[in-house]
């Protein structure tokens, strides 16, 4: 496993992490999302990422426990905070208020004393960015997180989040976490651009289009016990089916093939092309899942390789 820098920070995590969006206390029992974990450890991995909403607070409790098997200092974790965890009118957002509970809620749930990365899950056009930043800057200077980072924001938003946090003297962004993959490359045109002036990294999130990018929906098939054939959490994933040509697909998997890489490998791989990108972000139903895709990572991709994934995604 390689590992990049966060940021213009000295963090180090993981070119392949481990994501529980979907999976981890929904999807999952916690026996096998605990063999998960464990098998990323082994496999390298040092940065997992929760939410305070993922399956109602659930998810964060089983990261939390499983983590416990490992030193506190071998690992970085992650939460955030934004969508409604509640009817008040409170229980959303980022205003100072809802920021503290969530942090303090999530750091209860997690059984931690304090969070590697907190992101704002979203754009709060309700509460001044200001206030949204000195809540997190409070938060660091207390020890309760240690670096903060946003999901989702456009090249605008994280630019007047570096203009206010240099103004004020506040603890910058160091991470966006927006989706990107072979499908979804909308962020190279400006959230890039401004992030590497900014000394803001990508982990992104999404690398393998919601298992489209595996190869296992190929000629419109959908296995039994995959995520498009769960119709609690398949919206997502009907989408990208539907907007997908399976040529592409089938083109990038003869591909990966040739270079003795599954799909999946070559899908992650080809984010973790760009510097920017510090992580890439992977969900797993299995530790032997986890375990392949955490390959990824030693995988160089030639220039006529890289062309060759151009000329297919141009089709």
């Not at 992490?17 to 991995?45: K, N, V, Y």
């Not at 969070?115 to 704002?120: E, K, L, N, P």
């Not at 456009?154 to 991470?175: N, P, T």
């Amino acid at each position: 496993m390689n590992y990049r820098n966060l940021g213009r920070s000295g963090l180090k995590v993981s070119e392949i992490s481990l994501g529980s969006w979907l999976t981890f206390g929904q999807t999952i029992d916690e026996r096998t999302a605990e063999s998960i974990i464990h098998r990323a450890f082994e496999s390298g991995i040092n940065f997992f990422d929760c939410a305070n909403v993922y399956a109602k607070g659930k998810a964060e409790q089983v990261m939390g426990r499983a983590l416990k098997s490992f030193a506190r200092e071998s690992y970085v974790v992650t939460t955030k905070a934004f969508w409604p965890v509640g009817d008040g009118p409170n229980d959303k957002g980022l205003s100072r208020k809802h920021i503290m509970e969530q942090v303090h809620s999530s750091l209860k749930r997690m059984e931690l004393d304090y969070i590697d990365v907190f992101y704002c899950h979203r754009y709060d056009k309700e509460t001044p960015l200001d206030e949204t930043l000195r809540a997190i800057d409070d938060c660091i200077r207390q020890g309760k997180i240690l670096y903060a980072g946003v999901s989702e924001w456009s090249a605008a938003q994280l630019q007047e989040a570096v203009h206010i946090a240099d103004r004020y003297l506040l603890d910058r962004i160091v991470v966006n976490q927006p989706q990107y993959n072979m499908l979804h490359r909308d962020i190279e045109e400006e959230i890039m651009p401004i992030s590497e002036r900014n000394g803001i990294s990508q982990v992104v999130w999404s690398p393998l289009a919601q298992g489209v990018l595996t190869g296992k929906y190929m000629e419109g098939k959908i296995p039994s016990g995959s995520r498009a054939s769960n119709e609690e959490v398949n919206t997502w994933v009907k989408e990208i089916l539907n907007d997908i040509m399976a040529r592409k697909v089938s083109m990038l998997s003869e591909l990966a093939a040739s270079l003795d890489l599954s799909l999946a490998q070559l899908a992650l791989a080809w984010t973790l092309r760009i510097p920017n990108v510090a992580s890439t972000l992977v969900g797993a139903s299995t530790p032997e899942q986890i375990e392949e895709n955490a390959k990824a990572s030693s995988v160089m991709l030639s220039y006529e390789v890289l062309n060759e994934i151009e000329s297919i995604l141009a089709i």
